[in-house]
Nanobody, 120 residues
Framework: QVQLVESGGGLVQPGGSLRLSCAASGSILRINDMAWYCQAPGKERELVAS?????TTNYADSVKGRFTISTAFRTVYLQMNSLKPQDTADYYC????????????????WGQGTQVTVSS
């Protein structure tokens, strides 16, 4: 099993910053991709940022220049600066890779979600 534990959400004023963390643990041989998604009330979940094991990053247009995704071992971070009210959403991390153990098995796991509210 692969577990993801998120932290770092909360209430922040417009223009403020937050740092989200997502730590992966369990039967992991290799991580290929890590990403953050957000889901606002009444909307579909959408990609915010992603990073490959080679370090290639991808960002939604709405967060370019404000958010930064990074990794350290089995943890993925999302540094969120210059936050806007429209960034308010539940944020979910997603990690995909290969499981350890006999045979070739992959995993694609989701965190439990952390709420980010940007309001004055």
């Amino acid at each position: 099993q692969v577990q993801l534990v998120e932290s770092g959400g909360g209430l922040v004023q417009p223009g403020g910053s937050l740092r989200l963390s997502c730590a992966a643990s369990g039967s992991i041989l290799r991580i290929n991709d890590m990403a953050w998604y957000c889901q606002a009330p009444g909307k579909e979940r959408e990609l915010v940022a992603s990073i490959t094991n080679g370090g290639t990053t991808n960002y939604a247009d709405s967060v370019k220049g404000r958010f930064t995704i990074s990794t350290a071992f089995r943890t993925v971070y999302l540094q969120m600066n210059s936050l806007k009210p429209q960034d308010t959403a539940d944020y979910y991390c997603n990690v995909a890779g290969q499981k350890s153990g006999f045979g070739y098995k992959t995993f694609d796991s989701w965190g439990q979600g952390t709420q980010v509210t940007v309001s004055s």
